[in-house]
């Protein structure tokens, strides 16, 4: 993502943050959303990216957990997929909050 793109992004982020009373008018949000989609193209792109690189990674996770599992006895989780990784990220995210 360039540089430009980013900005982009956070200009929209900002623009949801505080327009988000829907008090625009249609012309202003069509020129709006011209204006930033390539950037919301280009972060789509990227998370495209970024799950497929998830999705190769998670086995080998899941591996070396359970190499070190059988060096120490630990009790490392082996996830499955990459969206069992990602629910667990979601259920430590909430013990937080």
């Not at 980013?6 to 012309?27: E, F, K, P, S, V």
């Not at 709006?32 to 998370?47: F, Y």
């Not at 070396?64 to 629910?87: H, I, K, M, P, V």
């Amino acid at each position: 993502m360039t540089p430009e793109e980013r900005t982009q992004i956070d200009d929209l982020l900002d623009w949801l943050d505080n327009n988000a009373d829907g008090a625009d008018d249609a012309g202003a949000l069509a020129h709006d959303c011209t204006r930033w989609h390539p950037a919301l193209v280009a972060v789509i792109a990227e998370r495209d990216r970024l799950r497929v690189a998830l999705e190769a990674l998670v086995p080998f996770m899941a591996h070396y957990a359970d190499l070190l599992n059988q060096y120490d006895g630990g009790q490392r989780t082996a996830f499955a997929s990459a969206d069992e990784w990602l629910a667990r990220l979601d259920e430590l995210a909430a013990k937080k909050a």
